[in-house]
Structure formats: structure tokens, C-alpha cells
């Protein structure tokens, strides 16, 4: 019996490891396929992670190019989130346009092909990206590798209480880290038994907005040194940072603040602390004036850039956002990307979502239309947008894997589990490149 | 009196036909039992037998999930041993989960079991409340184990603080976060409850009445009449809470993204494992790897070991299974 097994069990095996070793292979290809000719009905499969009202949003903006292309039907789906719109790419069946709200995948998506090279058609069609500016341009590209383009932006600022800095005494919002570390001691209340009743500024890793790729900018700190390996340690930025954030955990004790942030809201819940009046100063993306709006629209706050620890980088900030390509193996790429280029570069397009989605419109040209109306506490997102200083996070081949080993080594820092902040950040360096290198050929 | 039926029809067919029928018959009846074994066997091929080889492939190449794989040989075995530092975190959390969830597991059930086993009147009824938990999907009960233990606003905590005592911070707190998964799988374990009071209640009486006869108390008798006859299942139970622990992902997962405050409720890979990565377990950074890091070759060689312990694990304890089935095979 043993011996009429072995032959059908290597001939399975066998079978296996080939289908194994032939799973998700093959390229796109890398000429620019033509759009469809406008005599010729297509459909065209859009894949995002909207939903609801704001699905809602882009289909309004799909209605507004399905009107001028009226052979071109749009089939919006929402709720893809980017391990669906990957599980669809291996299996074959991609949508023919992919919108993701996050930039942490964009390594993959360009090294790996899964999202198709965008600079064939920008060359072809003369697509002047200029108009979006660097720090954009960077988040929506690897290594010289094209595979996205923006379709709005996340900047991330300073959000102030207004009632809670005229109780402190404080006329304005910090533009230091210095005064924003003094005016967060003066902003906090403590109940009788010492225990967090008000907190100036939660300065915990990974709680909320707080998190090192959205604080760095304003340290000025650098994530690669000049050989592109990871460069904390190298970087002066990143001792500053952490020196800054340990002061402030301090002051609050560790436990002490645990206890307080159990005990707040969920990040887009009615009662997130600041929302609640609980917390005095956050740092948050343009988007939480749209949950103000309509959770608590009585909270009297103010918005501006977040503080800097050098006066020459205030002004800007980090940000991020959705960013739409073409997956490798969609059957409309001529059509996809017609409409790619329709939701990334026409300015009444980006204007109708940003309005619609409180985001900020990413190109230069939509920032300055008379037709945006996103109210005054939303004109600084739009100034730092605009500002030199903007910065973003390097795209990595391991997606955010690396935030999360610098968000683990903040927490242990705070803690006092790590005592030796350089030796630390070099462990740190080391432990991030190993894990891209995990990776490698 | 019986009567004996001579059939001759029935001799014809049961005897055995010569030369080429006789083979074309077995062929036949070989071919039918394919047919009937085939939708388990397709099952066992699609569905295990490929996917533990290709896992097995990809435990030794650099496969990202999107593109070719490429062999690096034991490079993913070297870095799970020697190069990634929270694997250890990792593998800590899970081993802490085998060994105290197991026992608690077991005992509780046990002990649950023992009471429910005695209640005369409205015995259907605790039954069925003690099992109900183990109905509610993973991430609702996980949900509203956070919202009970939550330090500030928790019933919990609210209790205690009236009673003068300042309430722990459950899964806000790294030393506390494992114990209160442990309390959450101790509420949901009805399944191995309602299995060990099958057990119990079938624990042949006479026994205890003999034992009575002899003077034995209440834990003479448990110990040496419904210990070694339940034994089989008690160990059931341990292989079973073992696979559980090393196959813990869900409760953690959850209960780590809503305690640390966030929205996103299968976690970013920021706040996975929150608070301090005490509740990021194998299976959990297993899953990272492959899904979030594209190191689909390395989470196939995390998936190749915890096989390999899952295997051994369950392997010496059938071991002891069949040894308690013997011993009482030879005791009855």
C-alpha cells in the first residue's frame, strides 16, 4: 500500500510546489493602453474604502466624469479596504481603479508591480505633477517608481481649546515645543487625588493622532540617512522628540496617564478627549473639523500648525492620504486611467471631494479655487499644505512595519525600559533594516 | 426453533466469482468507494494537504503574496530564532496563554461542571446560562469585556471605587492585559463545561455507592472515582484549550486596538499588541507578517513552527490519552 502511495503523494507534492511557485507571478505590462474610444461603452470597476456618505461623496464626482464620457459606466464599490483590493490582484480579479486611504502599502503596490507604472501615461499625456507638491509627490511613488497618484490629502495640525487656554491664562497657541510643553503643565487639572481631570496635550505613542511619523515633522526629524538605511540614530531630530515627549510623561506619570486616556472616548467617537473637552491640545488631521462639526459643534477651538522645535521649520507639518492607481491585471487600464487622471489632476474634481469629504484638495492649482468652502478653522491645514515644510513618512517594502518597531521603542522610552536614547536608536536602525532585508533577493 | 433459510440466489451472490469478474467487481466497488470518499478527499487535498505543503514551500522563500517566490533556503528560520525581537514577545505571550489558560480553562470547567452536575432543581436552566457565553461571537464578547473592565468608566472599577478600592487598569495595564483575556475565556468556555458534564453525569453510580459503603468522603471519591473515569476527557479538554491558546488571535486583537483607544478595530500595526505588546501573540504577529509586512515567506516559516509545536504538543498528549483509555479499559 506504502509503495502506491509514495509515487501519487510526490506526484501531488510536485504538483503543489509548481502551482506554489507559479502563484501571483507575472508582470503588467508597461505600455500605456489607450483610452477607449467614445463611441465604445465601458465599464469601469472603482474599488475604495468609502462608505456611506462619503461613498456617497466620490459617487457624486464619478457622476460628474460618467456626464462628460457618457460611454463610460462607473461601477463604485465601497468598503475595499487594501487587503481586499491585494487578495483581489493575486486572484486575478482586480477592480480596474483601486483608491487606498493609506500610503503605508505604497512600497509594495510600486516595487512589486501590484499596482501598475503610472509614468507611461503621465508621459504620454503630459501630466504636469509640479502642481502637487513634494512631499505629496514623494508618498505616492517608491524608489523612483510611479504606481499612484493623490486624490486628496491628510494634513495633520494643532487643535486648541479656546475656553481652556482663556481659564490658563494663554492667548494664543504655542508655535515651540518649548511653549507647547509649558502651556500643557498650565493646562492641566488635577482632581484631589492627583489622578488627570484636564490634560494639556497626551504626548502616549500610538494613542489617537500620536504618532512618530506625524510628530517627527516637527522635529525636523529624518527617518534614512544618505545610504537610505534607517537613520534615527544618526539624526539629532528623533533625541529631541523623544527627550521632549519623556518630560511631558513625566510631569503626568506614567500611570497617571494610562489611567486617564482608559478612560476617553474612541478616536472618532462624540466623546474622543478633545472633543470632550478633556484634552486641551491635540495634534489631529484636517478631517476631525468635520467630526467637530457634527459631533460637538459648540466646542470652541482654534486650529493652527503644530509647534516646531526649530522657529525655521513652523509652518509646516506631516501629511498623508488617499492615493489611487491602477492594479496589475485591470481589464480598463486605458479607461482607469482616464478617470485617474480625471480624480488626481482636475481641479473642479479634487474641489467637489474636498468639500464633500473635508479633506484637502492635492494640487496646487485646487488649493487657491474661490470654489473651496471648508471654513476658517480649516484655512491653516491649507496654508501648511502649502508651506515648504511639509513632510511625509519614506514609503518601505515592509508597509508600516517599521512605525511600528519606532512606536514600540517610544513606549519602552517612556516607560524607562530603554535608559540610553542614542544606543537605543542605533538597536532601533538595526532592527528595522533586518526586517527590510528580510525582504531582499 | 430458529429457522435456517437456504437461499441459493444469495450463495450465487455472496460467493466468490472467478478469474476477471471477481477483479472487475473489486474495480467497481473500488471506484464507488472513491466516489463516495471523494468530497472528503478533494476537502483534505484543497483544503489541508496543499495548503500545510505550499506553506512548507514558502516557509523557505522570500514570497511577498504578490510576486514569485524566490528560495533563500532556512534565511526566515534564522531570522524567527536569531533576528526579530518581538517574535519573542511574541512566543512569550502565547506560551503564558498554553500554560495559564489551559489549566484555568480546564479546572474552571471542571469545577462549573461539578456544581452543575449536583443541582437538582432548575439544573437545565443553569446549564443552559452557563453555556449561552460561549455562543457570543468572539469580537462582541471581547468588545464588552473591554467596556466592563475599563478602568474609568467600567461597572467593575465603578463597583470597587465604591467600596473604597481604586480598580486595576485591566487591559491598559501590560502585567493585567493577559489575565483579563484569560477572565474572557473563562466566561466563554461553555463548550468544555457541557463536555465534562456529560462525563460527570456518566460516571457509573454504583460506584460512588460502593465507595459510600467503604467510608470514602466526598474527595476520596472524586479523586479516585471521577478523576481516573472522566480522565480521557480532561485530557480532550487540555488538547483542546492547548490548540486554543496557540490558535489565540481574535480576543486579542480586538481587545488590544479598542483599549488603546483607536477606531480600527482588527488594529493598525501601531497599536497591535497594546499595551506594551503584551497581548500580541504568535498568531497575531504571525498575521502581521504576512498580511501587513508582505513577508509572506516569514509568516509561512512562523506557521511551519507553530505546527511543528501544535503537533507535538497534541502527539503526547493522545499519548496520555490512550494510556488513560487503556488503564481504564483494563480497570472496566
Known sequence: ?441 | MTATLHSPAREQRTSPAPGKGRGRIRNRNRLWLLVFLSPWAIGLVVFFIYPLLATAYFSLTNYNGLDSANFVGLRNFVYLFTGDEIVRTAAYNTLWLVVVLTVLRVAFSLGVAAVLARVQKGGGLFRVLCYLPSLVPPVAATLTFVFVLNPQIGPVNTLLRHVGIDGPLWFNDPNLSKPALTLLTLWGSGELMIIILAALLDVPKDLYEAAQLDGAGAWTQFRRITLPTIAPVLLFGMVNSIIFALQYFTQAIVAGSVASGSADMVGNSQIIGYPNNSTLTFPVWLYQQGFRAYHMGYASAMAVVLFVVSFAFTALLIRQLRGAAHTEGARS
Open chain 1, 1 to 441: 500500500m506504502r509503495a502506491r502511495l509514495r509515487p501519487a503523494l510526490i506526484l501531488v507534492a510536485a504538483g503543489v510546489l509548481a502551482t506554489a511557485a507559479c502563484t501571483a507571478g507575472g508582470g503588467g505590462s508597461t505600455e500605456p493602453a489607450a483610452a477607449p474610444d467614445s463611441s465604445k461603452p465601458v465599464t469601469v470597476t472603482v474599488w475604495s474604502n468609502f462608505a456611506d456618505r462619503e461613498l456617497g461623496v466620490l459617487k457624486s464626482t464619478l457622476d460628474a466624469y460618467h456626464g462628460k464620457h457618457v460611454n463610460v459606466t462607473i461601477d463604485n464599490q465601497g468598503s475595499q479596504d487594501d487587503d481586499k483590493i491585494t487578495q483581489a490582484i493575486r486572484g486575478g480579479n482586480p477592480p480596474d481603479v483601486a483608491i487606498s486611504f493609506t500610503t503605508d502599502n505604497i512600497g509594495q503596490f510600486c516595487s512589486q508591480g501590484s499596482w501598475q507604472d503610472l509614468q507611461p501615461y503621465i508621459d504620454r499625456d503630459k501630466v504636469n505633477l509640479d502642481d502637487i507638491p513634494q512631499a505629496v509627490r514623494d508618498y505616492t511613488q517608491f524608489n523612483g517608481k510611479r504606481c499612484s497618484l493623490p486624490m486628496l490629502a491628510d494634513v495633520y495640525g494643532l487643535y486648541y481649546n479656546k475656553d481652556l487656554f482663556a481659564a490658563a491664562g494663554i492667548s494664543s497657541p504655542p508655535k515651540s515645543t518649548d511653549e507647547m510643553l509649558e502651556d500643557a503643565k498650565k493646562l492641566t487639572v488635577k482632581n484631589p487625588d492627583g489622578s488627570i481631570k484636564v490634560a494639556g496635550f497626551l504626548p502616549q505613542w500610538a494613542f489617537y493622532a500620536y504618532k512618530p511619523q506625524i510628530v517627527a515633522p516637527s522635529f525636523g526629524a529624518q527617518w534614512l540617512d544618505k545610504d537610505g538605511k534607517s537613520g534615527l540614530g544618526k539624526d539629532q531630530g528623533w533625541q529631541d522628540l523623544f527627550g521632549w515627549q519623556k518630560k511631558l510623561v513625566d510631569f503626568y506619570g506614567q500611570d497617571n496617564l494610562q489611567k486617564f486616556t482608559a478612560g476617553l472616548g474612541q478616536e472618532y467617537s462624540a466623546d474622543m478627549g478633545f472633543q470632550a473637552g478633556k484634552v486641551a491640545m491635540a495634534i489631529d488631521g484636517e478631517f476631525r473639523t468635520a467630526f467637530i462639526a457634527d459631533q460637538v459643534p459648540t466646542l470652541n477651538y482654534g486650529t493652527a500648525p503644530a509647534p516646531t522645535s526649530r522657529p525655521e521649520l513652523y509652518g509646516g507639518g506631516y501629511t498623508t492620504g488617499t492615493i489611487i492607481g491602477i492594479p496589475k491585471g485591470a481589464k480598463n487600464p486605458g479607461a482607469a486611467w482616464d478617470l485617474i487622471k480625471y480624480l488626481a489632476t482636475d481641479t473642479d474634481a479634487l474641489v467637489t471631494l474636498a468639500n464633500g469629504l473635508h479633506n484637502v484638495p492635492s494640487t496646487k492649482s485646487s488649493l487657491s479655487s474661490p470654489n473651496l468652502k471648508l471654513g476658517d478653522q480649516f484655512k491653516p491645514f491649507l496654508d501648511i499644505f502649502a508651506n515648504k515644510n511639509l513632510a511625509s513618512n519614506p514609503a518601505s517594502t515592509i508597509g508600516d512595519q517599521y512605525l511600528k518597531f519606532v512606536s514600540d521603542f517610544g513606549t519602552s522610552w517612556e516607560n524607562g525600559q530603554v535608559t540610553d536614547l542614542p544606543g537605543g536608536l542605533a538597536k532601533l536602525d538595526k532592527q528595522i533594516d533586518d526586517a527590510k532585508a528580510l525582504g531582499g533577493k
